[in-house]
């Protein structure tokens, strides 16, 4: 079983590293363009793409 050792992401918009580091630690970002969810028991992001910027 794989275990989450850190759940991280870097938002390609603002540079903002966003952590999440408890159960239901929803963290968005400055712009509001990406999110993170979950800890360390699971994995859930969320983000706002265009075709023509990503």
């Known amino acids: ?4 050792i850190r759940n ?3 938002c390609k918009h603002c540079g903002e590293t966003l952590e ?8 968005t970002c400055s712009c509001g363009a990406c999110s993170v969810d979950g800890g360390h028991d699971y994995l859930r992001r969320s983000y706002e793409t265009s075709p023509k910027e990503d």
């Open 8 to 10: 991280a992401i870097q």
């Open 20 to 27: 999440s580091v408890n159960v239901h630690d929803y963290v």
């Open 1 to 4: 079983m794989c275990k989450i």
